[in-house]
């Protein structure tokens, strides 16, 4: 079982939760009220997918496990699942219904849930059927041991954000940006403190009001002075959604370090460093999984009038995202802020991103929207970067 289709799995049953939730379906709502959105989370630990009840403001962590795996996987995600309620208020967990052994594993997990003190903690236990799962059948997940109570203390720490989007949010930052930014979260390494704001962010913020930055094109960036507090996150947010630093404080982690060794070998324009960022955008980043919520409301749309031109596409996507449950509506988001330039609808520039990381196929004249369709992604590329298996 690889990471890739681990997540894709993990996606699947996080989508028939938040969607028997929403639905009030038996016993599957728990204590969660119906307005209740996927939500995105930075921080340690990560679960494989968060739900956030809006009604009632708590967070619902869920931990995945891939199938034919041995019992000791299976106990270690049940030992993950309680972690994440040092964070979260509730958490789930969702195992095979048997192990690699053929060991009833679903129920064990079942009876220390119900038969012991175990009973008393707020999480919640699925399994599945792996053959209806892959195949994204509704009843393929089922419900062995659910939340009664409402829990009544609090999360021990918040050490981590909530994100109205589950997917890496993504802006104008181009690939000799990102190999900037590498470069000096390593150069400053050493220094004690939060280092994006000390050092990293002073120094890259000269380099862009002095035109020593690049986009894509490889042309240097031309950026308003006046602006500094509008862009700060800008840069910062998708490195610390990637995993290339800590958060924190801006230092590298072991990912970020593979990507900057691509960089310093290869050069941040190679095929190798932008091989290593899709897919990091790709797992890491979730937008794999946007991506096939793209193609679903692609595939379902009823409305032609939103495969006639990109603008359209993108607000009747929102809609599509919001209605789902897939991202919260208003009042929580906030649209229109001068810091991303007004513009109304939570997907904006990740198709430009897609484009730049060769994962779309265009249409007449290069452009990437095909009247009448939506967007193509090149299941070449995807493939090609989903079967590589990098070692850290």
């Given at each position: 079982?690889?990471?890739?289709?681990h997540d894709?799995?993990g996606?699947?049953?996080g989508?028939?939760?938040?969607?028997?939730?929403?639905?009030?379906k038996?016993r599957?709502?728990q204590?969660?009220?119906p307005?209740?959105?996927?939500?995105?989370w930075?921080?340690?630990?990560?679960p494989?997918y968060?739900?956030?009840?809006?009604d009632?403001?708590?967070?619902y962590?869920?931990?995945?496990?891939?199938?034919?795996?041995?019992?000791?996987?299976?106990?270690?995600g049940?030992?993950q699942s309680?972690?994440?309620?040092?964070?979260?208020?509730?958490s789930?967990?969702?195992?095979p219904?048997?192990?690699?052994?053929?060991y009833?594993?679903?129920?064990?997990i079942?009876?220390l849930?119900?038969?012991?003190?175990?009973?008393?903690?707020?999480?919640s236990l699925?399994?599945?059927?792996?053959?209806?799962?892959?195949?994204?059948?509704q009843?393929?997940?089922k419900?062995?041991?659910?939340?009664?109570r409402?829990?009544?203390?609090?999360?021990?720490?918040?050490?981590?954000?909530?994100?109205?989007?589950?997917?890496?949010?993504?802006?104008?930052?181009?690939?000799?940006?990102?190999?900037?930014?590498?470069k000096?979260?390593?150069q400053?390494?050493?220094?004690?403190g939060?280092?994006?704001t000390?050092?990293?962010?002073?120094?890259f913020w000269?380099?862009?009001?002095?035109?020593?930055s690049k986009?894509?094109?490889?042309k240097?960036r031309?950026?308003?002075?006046?602006?500094?507090?509008?862009?700060?996150?800008?840069?910062?947010?998708?490195?610390?959604?990637l995993g290339?630093?800590?958060?924190?404080n801006g230092r590298?982690?072991?990912?970020?370090?593979?990507?900057?060794?691509?960089?310093?070998?290869y050069?941040?324009?190679?095929s190798?460093?932008?091989?290593y960022?899709?897919f990091?955008?790709?797992n890491?980043?979730?937008?794999?999984?946007?991506?096939?919520e793209?193609?679903?409301?692609?595939?379902e749309s009823?409305?032609k009038?939103?495969?006639?031109?990109?603008?359209i596409?993108?607000k009747?996507?929102?809609?599509?995202?919001i209605n789902?449950?897939?991202?919260?509506?208003?009042?929580?988001r906030?649209?229109?802020?001068k810091?991303?330039?007004?513009?109304m609808?939570?997907?904006r520039?990740e198709?430009k991103?897609?484009?730049?990381?060769?994962?779309?196929?265009t249409?007449?004249?290069k452009?990437?929207?095909?009247?009448?369709?939506?967007?193509?992604?090149s299941i070449?590329?995807?493939?090609e970067?989903?079967?590589?298996?990098?070692?850290?």
């Amino acid at each position: 079982m690889t990471a890739q289709s681990h997540d894709q799995l993990g996606y699947s049953s996080g989508q028939q939760i938040l969607s028997g939730i929403r639905n009030e379906k038996d016993r599957w709502k728990q204590i969660f009220s119906p307005n209740s959105t996927r939500i995105g989370w930075t921080g340690w630990p990560q679960p494989d997918y968060v739900i956030k009840d809006h009604d009632k403001d708590v967070t619902y962590a869920i931990e995945f496990k891939p199938p034919n795996k041995d019992k000791r996987e299976y106990m270690t995600g049940l030992g993950q699942s309680l972690g994440y309620l040092s964070a979260h208020n509730y958490s789930c967990l969702v195992v095979p219904e048997k192990s690699n052994d053929n060991y009833l594993i679903g129920q064990f997990i079942k009876n220390l849930l119900e038969k012991t003190e175990l009973n008393n903690i707020q999480m919640s236990l699925f399994s599945y059927d792996e053959k209806k799962l892959e195949n994204n059948e509704q009843d393929s997940l089922k419900l062995l041991h659910s939340i009664e109570r409402e829990r009544v203390d609090k999360p021990l720490t918040q050490k981590g954000n909530t994100e109205p989007i589950f997917w890496c949010w993504w802006r104008d930052n181009s690939n000799f940006e990102i190999f900037e930014l590498l470069k000096l979260s390593d150069q400053y390494n050493k220094h004690s403190g939060d280092i994006y704001t000390d050092y990293i962010w002073p120094k890259f913020w000269e380099m862009l009001i002095n035109e020593k930055s690049k986009t894509w094109e490889g042309k240097y960036r031309i950026i308003k002075k006046s602006s500094e507090t509008q862009h700060k996150q800008n840069w910062k947010i998708p490195l610390n959604q990637l995993g290339l630093w800590n958060p924190s404080n801006g230092r590298l982690t072991l990912l970020g370090h593979k990507l900057l060794s691509f960089g310093k070998v290869y050069g941040c324009e190679s095929s190798e460093f932008i091989f290593y960022l899709r897919f990091l955008v790709l797992n890491q980043g979730k937008h794999l999984q946007l991506i096939h919520e793209i193609e679903r409301f692609q595939n379902e749309s009823q409305n032609k009038k939103s495969l006639l031109n990109a603008k359209i596409f993108v607000k009747d996507f929102d809609k599509y995202l919001i209605n789902n449950g897939i991202v919260p509506p208003p009042p929580e988001r906030k649209p229109g802020r001068k810091t991303t330039g007004g513009k109304m609808t939570y997907v904006r520039d990740e198709f430009k991103l897609w484009n730049k990381l060769g994962l779309l196929k265009t249409y007449k004249n290069k452009r990437i929207f095909h009247p009448g369709i939506g967007y193509k992604f090149s299941i070449t590329v995807l493939t090609e970067t989903l079967r590589k298996n990098f070692s850290f």
